[in-house]
């Protein structure tokens, strides 16, 4: 009982200490941000980066209207490919309200997601612009994310 109890006063403490910068609010794994890249960065390497776990920063495009289950993040730049972030093991999610034009960082693994004609159309039903980006809409670019720190 104490063990748990401990466990539970550090995991609010470290969310309390993240969610205390500038406004900012974590969700998932606490991590630490240090040297992120950028989604500029990510699109002109993207081969670099596939598989790999890192720390990506950018501004939330749009959120799942249904459960906040996805951001897809965006920034300024010529052809730049959307990014939608996925939770670890659909094990949290955001807020779908007051998060589309904040700066977030995110840590998790890059890879590329094949998307079905059932998935694209479940995406379209909870607010995704599948292709807007003038990419096509049925492979994209993910980051199965540990933690994300949305504001700040």
């Not at 010529?78 to 904040?102: I, W």
């Amino acid at each position: 009982m104490k063990t748990l109890l401990a466990s539970l006063t550090l995991c609010l403490a470290t969310q309390a200490a993240a969610d205390s910068v500038a406004g900012s609010k974590s969700y998932g794994k606490p991590f630490a941000v240090k040297n992120p890249i950028s989604l500029a960065e990510l699109n002109k390497n993207l081969d670099q980066y596939l598989g790999k776990t890192l720390q990506l920063q950018a501004t939330v495009g749009r959120v799942c209207k249904k459960k906040g289950c996805w951001i897809s993040i965006t920034d300024e730049g010529e052809g730049l490919r959307n990014v939608r972030v996925r939770f670890a093991d659909y094990s949290y999610f955001v807020p779908g309200y007051t998060q589309v034009g904040k700066r977030i960082t995110i840590v998790g693994k890059v890879v590329i997601k094949e998307l079905s004609e059932a998935e694209q159309k479940h995406l379209k039903s909870d607010g995704a612009e599948l292709g807007a980006d003038g990419h096509p809409a049925d492979k994209e670019i993910n980051v199965i994310a540990d933690g994300v720190i949305i504001g700040g």
